[in-house]
């Protein structure tokens, strides 16, 4: 694998579930990021982990809890979610959070449908 | 507050002609400045990033220009192919922040 992976790719879920969105980075990188891109709306950053430490949270709801275990992984564990979540979710990765040339590398996304 | 607009949402070309993407953001303090390309339901594809202190940015057929004083940015596609059709974002990045700002971007498609 190369890049930002994510899996899954598609998630149906309904608003009692809990699941969880994985994402790898095989970049050597130390900063991640959880963006959500929603339907005709331009992307919304929701977390930056910097050396596994959540550096960033953009007043996400509680019911969006990331989690990163190490510089090459980050989690998004999901709980009791809204109709309204239901949106593309993207990690990107760069070589640092801060910067002047923190070029972001994007994944692939996971399509999550909230029923 | 950042904001990022990209003009035009949409632009439909035959193939074969030369374009420009529009970017313009009101806050010129900026790091750099990012071109992504994204297909439908897919992640984005970075393109070009250009640091405050740039002027341009070149790759292939892809030319990014950045006017920091004046808040913008464009992106030349020079000989458009029906491979192009994709949406196309500008983010920036603000200094001091780690944050990326993104535009709502605009929907390009090229007509065999």
């Known amino acids: 694998e190369t890049g930002v992976t994510q899996t899954p790719r598609h998630l149906v879920m309904g608003m009692t579930n809990k699941k969880s969105l994985k994402c790898e980075q095989h970049?050597?990188?130390?900063?991640m990021y959880w963006y959500k891109q929603s339907a005709k709306k331009p992307l919304e950053l929701m977390f930056v982990y910097s050396l596994e430490e959540r550096v960033e949270n953009n007043s996400v709801p509680s019911r969006f809890s990331p989690e990163c275990p190490n510089s090459s992984h980050l989690f998004l564990h999901l709980h009791t979610l809204q109709p309204e979540d239901s949106a593309l979710y993207l990690c990107?990765?760069?070589?640092?959070?801060?910067?002047?040339?923190?070029?972001?590398?994007f994944g692939p996304g996971t399509r999550l449908t909230v029923l | 507050k950042q904001e990022v607009t990209q003009i035009p949402a949409a632009l439909s070309v035959p193939e074969g002609e030369n374009l420009v993407l529009n970017c313009s953001f009101t806050d010129s303090a900026i790091y750099n400045l990012q071109w992504f390309r994204q297909d439908p339901g897919k992640g984005l594809t970075s393109l070009l990033l250009?640091?405050?202190?740039?002027r341009e940015q070149t790759s292939g057929r892809l030319n990014a220009s950045l006017d920091k004083s004046s808040g913008r940015s464009t992106l030349y596609i020079a000989a458009s192919q029906p491979g192009d059709s994709a949406t196309y974002l500008c983010a920036v990045r603000q200094g001091g922040s780690r944050q990326l700002t993104f535009g709502s971007g605009t929907q390009l498609t090229v007509l065999p």
């Open positions: 970049l050597g990188h130390n900063a």
């Open positions: 990107a990765s760069s070589q640092v959070a801060g910067g002047k040339n923190n070029e972001q590398f």
């Open positions: 250009i640091q405050s202190s740039q």
